[in-house]
């Protein structure tokens, strides 16, 4: 089985949009078409969630126009690119994969841009956002990220709450990945639709913040969620292993701990960002991203790394299918876009 030719494959979490503002912003409008593209095709990406990430300057004042902007950058990709469409619900998912483009999914990685006004979730849906986290490795007005569970420990605010309700209404999928381990019990304690952590590892496999307990993998399976396996952030993997087989290895543990269905990919792949805008080293929350380089699974091209290491252990075809695209799939169709409110 190869994934380009035989699976849906969905990738829940590409910072690719960074990249490509970077770019346009030096007069250098085709690095998408030169790169980006002919990437996600080598690796068979049918479906690509495209996170909206605030850099540190932006997360006050300037959060919401900075967010406006990447938004906009990514309607004028697929205004530029017939290859991609932008969709807003599972149903345009399907018609855009059916037609040989890649579906674009909007989202939001930390949110920043609402401040303290949870009512600006609604603009954000207008314009097209459709998977939403409430706070990157910091303190948001919404909720305390997991950079902060040695010192606050402190989970949704109400403004917090009122975004999850909101969002449920109308139809964003909740995106638990970075949130706290308070923040991550209180949404698994209200949530009552299927949620993702887009990408995220396993904490048994890797202790470090960012990934999850079993009990919270379990939470997230029970609500009909899915995770997305970080294969391409060293740090989540395996600092001394980065390779294709130790993300497999973070597979396996979520189908034993929950179930095949809870699993995703959701790579995050950051790397080419870095060595150009930061020279490959940047640190948040004292995470030296020097180490992120070394994984094995560091750009779309590389995903049939995984795909050949799942053949290998004898995953069935089913199974592969659900990992590389089918779950993640699944969640989008149920509620993206379809809520009381869209």
Known sequence: MTAPDEALV??????????????????????????????????GVNV??????IEAQYQSEGALRRTLLLIERIHALAARHPEVAICLTGADVTAAVAAGRIAFVIGLEGAHALGQDPELIGTMYRVGARVVSLAHLGRTHLADGSGFDDSSRGGLTPQG????????????????????????DDVLARATRPLLATHSGCRAITDMHRNLSDDQIKGI?????????AAAIAPFIDPARPTAARVVDHVEHIASVASIDAVAL????????????????????????VEFVAAEVRRPSDLPKLTAEMVARGFSQADIAKVLGGNAKRVLDEVMGVGTGG
């Open 10 to 43: 969905v990738d829940l979490h590409n910072d690719l949009i960074l990249l490509v503002d970077h770019f346009d912003q030096r007069g250098r409008p085709e690095h998408f078409a030169e790169f980006w593209l002919p990437e996600l095709r080598s690796g």
């Open 48 to 53: 690509q969630v495209l996170p909206v990430f």
């Open 161 to 184: 709450f009122e975004v999850l309700a909101e969002m449920e209404r109308l139809g964003i999928v909740f995106d638990i990945s970075h949130l706290g381990v308070a923040g991550v």
């Open 221 to 229: 399976a029970g609500l009909g969620g899915v995770i997305g396996v």
């Open 266 to 289: 959701g790579p995050d792949f950051i790397d080419d960002y870095y060595a150009e805008v930061y020279g490959g080293r940047m640190e948040i929350m004292g995470v030296d991203e």
